[in-house]
């Protein structure tokens, strides 16, 4: 079975700064991730995926996302934080190859941008 | 491109009544449309897989009797929350899956309030 966690329930950072909201993920195979945010009372909007190539990948907004698979990680970044940046994201995982297309959540990490 | 509709975007309803709930995509055709249903605060809960002119999947715990969900086109699947009680009020999102990059596009959203 695939499972996400985001340790985090909340992260907080100022104008300006770097952020990072953390994602370590579990799967039998080889995985498809991706990371999505959420304003309140709306959907998903996609971010950015990894399926393979450069560990490195890079979305909208200014966003971006390691791929680590020694650490089943997958870390969403971004250089310097917008207040307009504040709002619940979602990691995911899909398992490559497995016929389904399923995705499994993490239970999101509300980030706050302080003005 | 990659545009997914609901509609409604809220309805409020009386104990015991059944609301339907449409997701379409509008630009692309989608086989495979996934329902999921999140709480306050929570991550979403994938409910049933929706394929087109077949019987959808649903997940453990999921009610069929009660969760109606047809996917009668390419681009349309409904979901009916047969005799709505209070309990059923959350905020369902649908997703649309285009096949050509296997990925997810979601819906806005729907916050049912069952009164």
């Known amino acids: 079975a695939q499972s996400v966690a985001q340790p985090e329930d909340q992260v907080n950072v100022a104008e300006g700064n770097p952020l990072t909201v953390k994602c370590t993920y579990s799967?039998?195979?080889?995985?498809?991730l991706f990371w999505y945010v959420q304003y309140p009372n709306r959907g998903l909007q996609f971010l950015l995926k990894y399926i393979t190539g450069d560990n490195l990948v890079k979305g909208s907004y200014g966003f971006e996302a390691e791929f680590n698979k020694s650490q089943t990680s997958f870390h969403l970044k971004k250089p310097s934080a917008l207040v307009s940046d504040s709002a619940l994201y979602f990691c995911?995982?899909?398992?490559?190859?497995?016929?389904?297309?399923?995705?499994?959540f993490g239970k999101g990490t509300k980030l706050s941008v302080i003005p | 491109g990659a545009v997914v509709s609901q509609h409604p975007s809220r309805v409020i309803c009386k104990s015991g009544t059944s609301v339907k709930i449409e997701c379409r995509s509008l630009d692309f055709q989608a086989t495979t449309m996934f329902w999921y249903r999140q709480f306050p605060k929570q991550s979403l809960m994938l409910m049933a897989t929706?394929?087109?002119?077949?019987?959808?999947?649903?997940e453990q715990g999921v009610e069929k009797d009660k969760f109606l969900i047809n996917h009668a086109s390419l681009t349309l699947s409904t979901l009916t929350v047969t005799s709505a009680h209070p309990e059923d009020s959350s905020f369902y999102i649908c997703?649309?899956?285009?096949?050509?990059?296997?990925?997810?596009?979601f819906g806005p959203g729907t916050r049912l309030t069952v009164t």
């Open positions: 929706s394929n087109e002119g077949s019987k959808a999947t649903y």
């Open positions: 799967v039998s195979g080889n995985p498809y």
């Open positions: 997703s649309a899956l285009r096949h050509r990059i296997y990925e997810q596009y």
């Open positions: 995911a995982v899909r398992e490559t190859g497995a016929g389904s297309y399923q995705l499994t």
